[in-house]
């Protein structure tokens, strides 16, 4: 079992308004100190963290259903994480992996290996980020085949570097007077069942007339968009997509920054679809809070690259290694994999009704323990923006830490660590329920 010091916080409770006293105090300073560009979904001011419980600066200790956008798949300060990482920083915290290496690079690089999806030879390196394992995905991708073109999707989110803001689907905040952007990019419809959008046909019409296929690289896609407002595509959809850019040659990137590491009830969301990726990048939850992002792929893609053409100074650091292996080990021991299939039945069995009961709410949907609910008005289609914003702000009241998400800002999601009690996911759910009925 998780053996999480006793004195961590494991309940909630609300000792002041939120955001108390002290987290205003500290916001006037944040104001002063940091640009508007940074923002903030609820501003309390953390503390200390225990199995889905954050604890504030005013003692508040909130339910988290965002696990710092999908990070702590494996919990926040799981045990065997703070272990790793206190060990190996007393060891040495960096030589530069392309100075002098050191195993625990190498051994993070065969669990990816073995992890992700197929049984082909693989091979893998370690980036800080999510967004800097797409842009290493892409290179490798561009090297591999020749090729200059990738082919994004609507809806979807890549980070926030020159090339992945490109990528990514959504105009603001994200790419509004950052231009111009990188070139080569493409974009295609991605599957989007509730609004009737992008059916298989229409995206491979699209691919068919915009671009040439022989001139694409690799097509990066997320296997549920995430911050696009968890959005499921058609069963079927990813894997014709994928049979599409095979007999084109051109390769599949699977970005599962967000869907990786066991939030969907596999250890990668791809898997449920039965599609093997050529190129997974990774992140996020790989190091259980620590920056650590992953690139892996087919040996013979991975192996085309020149010596020295990949790397950077930081990838794969010492203690996101460690982080990184304790974290795998974590989800391996305790279940955490099984377990978010569970959070997802308990979820759907909770609000699975939703969109049939209350007015506002079009859609609930998701796989596993990545839900989100899609907000609409009275038309029961006409994204609403408001309605969303007024249930979030009910549930940060009553102290519960929901993320919003959506390329229309009309989804609420819930990312709960997959460590939480049934008590507390139970408990968030209630809060969740009573902030709907009232909206
Ligand atoms: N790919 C699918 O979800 C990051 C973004 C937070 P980095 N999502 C959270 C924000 O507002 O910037 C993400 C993702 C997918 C790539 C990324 C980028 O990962 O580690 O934030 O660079």
Not at 172 to 191: E, L, N
């Amino acid at each position: 079992m998780n053996a999480t010091p006793d004195e961590a916080p494991r309940q909630r409770r609300l000792l002041t308004e939120i955001p108390g006293p002290r987290s205003r105090e500290l916001w006037a300073r944040r104001e002063r100190a940091i640009p508007q560009g940074v923002s903030t979904t609820l501003p309390v001011f953390v503390v200390r963290a225990g199995p889905g419980i954050l604890e504030d600066v005013d003692g508040n200790r909130l339910i988290d259903f965002g696990s710092g956008i999908s990070t702590t798949n494996a919990g926040n300060s799981a045990p065997l994480v703070v272990e790793a990482i206190r060990e190996q920083a007393g060891l040495f915290t960096h030589t530069c992996f392309q100075v002098t290496p050191y195993v625990g690079y190498v051994e993070v690089c065969e669990r990816l290996n073995q992890l992700t999806p197929g049984d082909h030879e693989k091979r893998s390196f370690l980036v800080n980020s999510g967004a800097e394992a797409i842009e290493n995905v892409v290179k490798v991708a561009r090297y591999a085949t020749g090729r200059p073109g990738i082919v994004a999707f609507d809806h979807g989110f890549h980070g926030r570097t020159l090339l992945t803001m490109t990528l990514t689907g959504k105009e603001m905040p994200y790419k509004r007077g950052f231009g111009p952007f990188a070139p080569d990019v493409h974009r295609a419809p991605y599957s989007y069942p509730f609004r009737g959008t992008g059916h298989l046909a229409d995206t491979i019409a699209v691919l068919e007339t915009t671009v040439a296929a022989d001139e694409v690289a690799a097509v990066v896609v997320e296997p549920i968009a995430g911050e696009g407002g968890v959005v499921v595509p058609e069963p079927g959809w990813l894997a014709g997509l994928a049979g599409w850019c095979r007999e084109r040659g051109i390769l599949v990137v699977a970005d599962e920054v967000q869907t990786g590491f066991g939030r969907t009830g596999d250890w990668f969301a791809c898997e449920h679809e039965e599609v093997v990726p050529d190129l997974v990048a990774t992140a996020k939850s790989l190091g259980g809070g620590l920056p650590i992002g992953g690139v892996t792929g087919r040996a013979e893609v991975m192996d085309s690259v020149h010596p020295g053409g990949v790397g950077g100074t930081f990838g794969g650091n010492p203690a996101s290694c460690a982080a990184a292996l304790a974290t795998i080990r974590t989800l391996e021991s305790e279940g955490l994999v099984e377990r978010a299939r569970v959070i997802g039945e308990v979820v759907m069995a909770r609000l699975g009704k939703l969109a049939s009961t209350v007015a506002s709410v079009g859609e609930v949907r998701g796989r596993g323990a990545m839900v989100g609910i899609e907000f609409v008005g009275d038309d029961g289609i006409t994204p609403d923006r408001e309605a969303t914003g007024r249930v979030l702000r009910r549930c940060h009241e009553a102290g519960l830490l929901v993320l919003s998400a959506g390329t229309f800002g009309n989804v609420i999601r819930l990312l709960p660590p997959l460590v939480i009690s049934d008590e507390l996911l139970d408990e968030g759910l209630d809060i969740l329920e009573r902030a709907l009925v009232a909206s």
